[in-house]
């Protein structure tokens, strides 16, 4: 069974970091593009980044660009995928998504991604 299991999510003031971690199982991930998305309130799911398989190409959208940083331990069952985030801001609250995609390469698509995990909420306080 394929599971996609987010973690690390919760409230922080403007300004400082999380991580968020996504354990991948129930597949052989390694060779699979992960991502992270994000949804906030009352608006569409949208790109934050992405990393191939190797880790060696990432991904991100320019609003993270600078402030988080993606990447993947390729264990041997479960692969886990970070999203480092650093001074953030009040328009990063939003429930972060895992997502992984049959593909070696990474991409902004979320279409292109064919297992989600179930989110975890991210607050940032002003």
């Known amino acids: 069974q394929v599971q996609l299991v987010e973690s690390g999510g919760g409230l922080v003031q403007a300004g400082g970091s999380l991580r968020l971690s996504c354990a991948a199982s129930?597949?052989?991930?390694?060779?699979?593009?992960m991502g992270w998305f994000r949804q906030a309130r009352g608006k569409m799911r949208e790109f934050v980044s992405s990393?191939?398989?190797?880790?060696?190409?990432?991904?991100?959208a320019e609003s993270v660009k600078g402030r988080f940083t993606i990447s993947r331990d390729n264990a041997k069952n479960t692969v886990t995928v970070y999203l480092q985030m650093s001074s953030l801001k009040p328009e990063d609250t939003a429930i972060y998504y895992c997502?992984?995609?049959?593909?070696?390469?990474?991409?902004?698509?979320?279409?292109?991604?064919?297992?989600w995990g179930q989110g975890t909420q991210v607050t940032v306080s002003s």
């Open positions: 997502a992984a995609e049959d593909e070696i390469s990474a991409s902004r698509d979320p279409n292109k991604y064919d297992y």
């Open positions: 129930g597949r052989t991930f390694s060779y699979w593009a």
């Open positions: 990393i191939n398989w190797s880790g060696g190409t990432t991904l991100y």
